[in-house]
């Protein structure tokens, strides 16, 4: 199972739920990474090997401007998501994102769909 790292954005009670299923799940408030910037997180992430779920833009920015390859970022375009919702809505897309994550991919999820690029988005 990959590691998965909840963004502060995002209920911390979905990680627990997630955990309680046998989920790799930590949430940068649980670890001491809320006050930490975007590049800090992608760091920890990286050197962690964690999948970040965010609501954040900034994660993809930051990806694509670096020509990045990893870490993946899960951009979740819902707001106002209880714990209980977000946690469903991870298992509910994750099978169909898993392969392209494992590789290296930039998601983005909304009402109407999921969009995955792969990372880098440009070949050396």
Known sequence: MISILLDQGLPRSAASLLRDEGWDVLHTGDIGLSRYTDIKILEFARNNQCVIITLDSDFHTILALEN???????????????GPDLAL??????????PQVKKGAM?????????????????S
């Open 89 to 98: 809505l991870i298992k509910k897309i994750w099978a169909k994102i898993e």
């Open 107 to 123: 998601v983005t999820v909304t009402e109407s769909g999921i969009r995955i690029r792969n990372i880098p988005l440009f070949s």
């Open 68 to 82: 990045a390859s990893t870490p993946s970022v899960i951009r979740i375009r819902l707001e106002g998501l209880r």
